[in-house]
């Protein structure tokens, strides 16, 4: 099978391509793009940043070069179910954007996974009150690119499928403020979010060590399952 996954950073494929073979470079237009072999499938992995249209112009870019069988959002998520930890894996049974609802369809796994509707929106869900009220609409969990993601598939009667690693909790607020570091071209400005970090260091940067390990735990859970399920 001919597998198309967007994603906003290559960091969150870090997993996958530990678990793939064969991974060549492809030349896109997009921020970044690789070709490998993932489970038995040929798979097409395209990061273009944050972000519902990021995403779909990642789509754009990709279907270009690669003809996909199926396409799949991935990458990270914050948890709206209390019950969901770090690392969890979520796949969506349908993605809640600012333009509609989207059906996502189901996987099978022997791995330990979530299933339920994610909410899609346009910038960081960062406090506990906000995903409280997200959780309220019924999601299960929150992310920023697979709205995007589902439209473009949905116009091409694509298949669509979201599956996503959990990096944040649901009764958690990030003190460091990613939407205000977050750069028109979908990346998030480093500099200024380490330079706001340092005005709070007690707080902030221990902080964000905290959310790089849980990346790297995130990423690694989602390699795992993603090579492991069935489509």
Same mark, same amino acid.
């Given at each position: 099978?001919?597998?198309?996954?967007?994603?906003?950073?290559?960091?969150?494929?870090?997993?996958?391509?530990?678990?793939?073979? #064969? %991974? =060549?470079?492809? $030349?896109?237009?997009?921020?970044?793009? $690789?070709? &490998?072999?993932?489970? *038995?499938?040929?798979?097409?992995?395209?990061?273009?940043?944050?972000? /519902?249209?990021?995403?779909?112009?990642?789509?754009?870019?990709?279907?270009?070069? @690669?003809?996909?069988?199926?396409?799949?959002? +991935?990458? @990270?998520?914050?948890?709206?179910?209390?019950?969901?930890?770090? /690392?969890?894996?979520? %796949?969506? +049974?349908? %993605?809640?954007?600012? #333009? *509609?609802?989207?059906?996502?369809?189901?996987?099978?796994?022997?791995?330990?996974?979530? /299933?339920?509707?994610?909410?899609?929106?346009?910038?960081?869900? =960062?406090?506990?009150?906000?995903?409280?009220?997200? =959780?309220? +609409?019924?999601?299960?969990?929150?992310?920023?690119?697979?709205? *995007?993601? &589902?439209?473009?598939?949905?116009?091409?009667?694509?298949?669509?499928?979201?599956?996503?690693?959990? +990096? #944040?909790?649901?009764?958690?607020?990030?003190?460091?403020?990613?939407?205000?570091?977050?750069?028109?071209? *979908?990346?998030? #400005?480093?500099?200024?979010?380490?330079?706001? &970090?340092?005005?709070?260091?007690?707080?902030?940067?221990?902080?964000? %060590?905290?959310?790089? $390990?849980?990346?790297?735990?995130?990423?690694?859970?989602?390699?795992?399952?993603?090579?492991?399920? =069935?489509?």
């Amino acid at each position: 099978m001919r597998i198309l996954f967007v994603a906003s950073d290559k960091m969150e494929y870090s997993g996958i391509l530990a678990r793939a073979g #064969d %991974v =060549r470079v492809r $030349r896109l237009k997009v921020d970044w793009a $690789r070709e &490998a072999r993932l489970g *038995g499938h040929e798979v097409l992995l395209a990061a273009n940043g944050a972000g /519902a249209t990021h995403a779909a112009a990642a789509v754009d870019a990709a279907l270009d070069a @690669f003809h996909p069988e199926a396409i799949v959002s +991935t990458g @990270f998520c914050g948890a709206l179910d209390p019950a969901l930890a770090v /690392a969890a894996v979520v %796949v969506a +049974t349908c %993605v809640a954007g600012a #333009d *509609g609802r989207y059906p996502a369809l189901p996987v099978s796994s022997a791995s330990a996974f979530c /299933a339920g509707p994610v909410r899609s929106i346009g910038h960081v869900a =960062r406090t506990a009150e906000e995903k409280r009220k997200l =959780r309220a +609409t019924g999601a299960c969990a929150v992310e920023m690119e697979a709205a *995007g993601v &589902a439209g473009s598939a949905q116009e091409r009667g694509l298949p669509f499928y979201c599956i996503r690693g959990v +990096t #944040d909790l649901a009764g958690e607020t990030m003190e460091n403020d990613f939407n205000a570091a977050l750069r028109p071209d *979908g990346h998030f #400005d480093t500099i200024s979010i380490l330079a706001s &970090a340092l005005r709070y260091p007690a707080v902030r940067l221990p902080e964000l %060590v905290r959310l790089r $390990r849980r990346c790297v735990w995130a990423s690694r859970a989602l390699g795992s399952f993603l090579a492991d399920c =069935r489509f």
